[in-house]
């Protein structure tokens, strides 16, 4: 199956386009029981071409990438995923939305993570798409592969794969050009030696030398489950992607609000991270692979690949504005106006919104740390408080400011990815968690479960 890109219209980018292959026989046959449906499980919002971004504790990549014009060079990638939600079965999207050349998947498999790079022995399995063992994506499109069966997965809320990661290894004959990829993953993965071929189907990690904190091509996984399974979605920047938590911690304030709504509700609810470090609301008016910033598209131009195409999404907590201030200098209003027209999009599709106000910056060695900006900030969040504007508000601001300073609480400013003194900006694991407290859980539209009718009792 080939890709096939699409042109901008109306100010948005190429990128954006989707293109999906249809259910598939093998699709239709496989995905377990009857009644189950596609739910986002995970997904790494694509934002440009590598090295554009804001990667945190990366290794040298000079190494795996010794050219990023000309990309990976005949290499296999092992990427390190989380799923949120555990099924039946699995599909992936793969996506060459940055990419200037058609992008060759081959040799697609999964399994469950082992120790570092390995994966677990009997449980690395081929993927194909359309039945096919590779798939060729165009520029600027996006593909998913068929449905594969996880036998491994012994039944809902298996506790032996709670918090376990997904090996995800495929072989890029190459050179691909520039790579579509989300720097920011905060999650160890591997990659072979330019040249060194394909070896996505061995368990052992021996021919994978090179490591990366950053998630290459995959932008999506989905798994079969009830339909009654509620998605969430965080959209926002790189306080929603996780600057500043820690590596290989799972501890944004996403990952801490999904433990939270699994204490109450079980294997029901799936929490997908489409943050991008960097991002802005509204801007820039343009965003192609010639011309990249850091930040990726804006959230206006990227609501429909990276929400509203995931599957079975039901609310979106949007926390998202800063950069436009401080980076772009944008006023209060036109942040309002932006996100005024993101929550009349997201609603409708019947998609329940959670607006959630920014923190402070106040201090932060840049443009975002001014009084000026923090006046600004402060505009917006008190639109975003105000009644009718969301569904239902998580107030971050209110659990993280120091009201004697204006800035961040002291306990949330040191670095937990890296160490050291922070930068004021962005909270650490513990403000996140804070803020993961914040949100309103029974407003996130989420169904307690049915109470089991018992049987009447035989006499």
């Known amino acids: 199956m080939t890709g096939v890109g699409r042109r901008p219209f109306l100010g948005v980018p190429f990128a954006l386009a989707l293109v999906s292959s249809p259910a598939s026989a093998q699709d239709r046959r496989r995905g377990g029981p009857p009644g189950n ?53 699995a599909r992936l999207r793969f996506s060459n939305a940055f990419g200037t050349r058609p992008l060759v998947i081959q040799g697609l498999h999964v399994g469950l993570q082992g120790v570092g790079g390995n994966v677990a022995r009997g449980t690395n399995r ?27 997965m012994r039944g809902p809320g298996d506790p032996l794969l709670e918090g376990r990661r997904v090996a995800v290894s495929f072989h890029v004959p190459g050179p691909t050009g520039p790579m579509t990829w989300h720097a920011k993953s905060l999650t160890t993965s591997y ?64 990952d801490t609000l999904s433990r939270r709504l699994r204490a109450r509700f079980g294997p029901r609810v799936s929490v997908v991270n489409a943050g991008i470090g960097g991002n802005r609301v509204t801007g820039p008016p343009e965003y ?30 949007w926390m998202e504005g800063i950069n436009d201030l401080g980076s772009a200098e944008a006023t209060a209003e036109q942040v309002i106006a932006g996100l005024r027209e993101g929550v009349r999009r997201l609603r409708e599709r019947n998609i329940r919104v959670i607006g959630a106000t920014l923190t402070t910056a106040l201090g932060y060695n840049g443009g975002h740390g001014t009084p000026q900006v923090d006046e600004r900030r402060r505009a917006i969040n008190t639109w975003i408080r105000a009644p009718g504007n969301f ?21 949330f400013i040191p670095n937990s990815t890296v160490g050291g003194a922070g930068d004021r900006l962005h909270p650490n694991r513990a403000g996140l968690m804070a803020m993961a407290e914040a949100v309103p859980i029974d407003a996130l539209g989420i169904p307690e479960a049915p109470v089991p009718r018992r049987r009447p009792s035989q006499r």
């Open 37 to 89: 449906a596609w739910a986002g499980a995970w997904a790494a919002s694509a934002h440009g071409p590598y090295p554009s971004g804001n990667p945190s504790a990366q290794p040298d990549q000079s190494f795996a990438f010794p050219t990023p014009a000309e990309g990976a060079r005949n290499q296999t990638m092992r990427m390190m995923v989380r799923p949120d939600i555990w099924g039946p079965a």
């Open 126 to 152: 081929p993927v194909t798409f359309g039945g096919g063992r590779s798939v060729t994506i165009a520029p600027g499109a996006t593909s998913w592969s068929d449905a594969v069966d996880l036998p491994f």
């Open 391 to 411: 569904d239902a508000v998580a107030d971050f601001d209110a659990v993280t400011i120091d009201q004697a300073t204006g800035q961040l609480k002291p306990a």
């Open 191 to 254: 990659v072979t030696a330019p040249g060194a071929g394909d070896h996505a189907r061995e368990d052992s990690d021996a021919s994978f030398p090179f490591t990366t904190a950053s998630w290459f091509f995959l932008d999506m996984v989905e798994m079969r489950a009830p339909p009654a399974t509620s998605v969430i979605v965080a959209f926002g920047d790189s306080i929603t992607d996780g600057t500043n938590t820690t590596m290989n911690g799972d501890d944004r304030w996403p």
């Open 288 to 317: 192609t692979p010639a011309n990249p910033i850091p930040g990726g598209p804006s959230a206006l131009s990227r609501l429909e690949r990276d929400v509203l195409q995931v599957s079975g999404v039901k609310t979106v907590i």
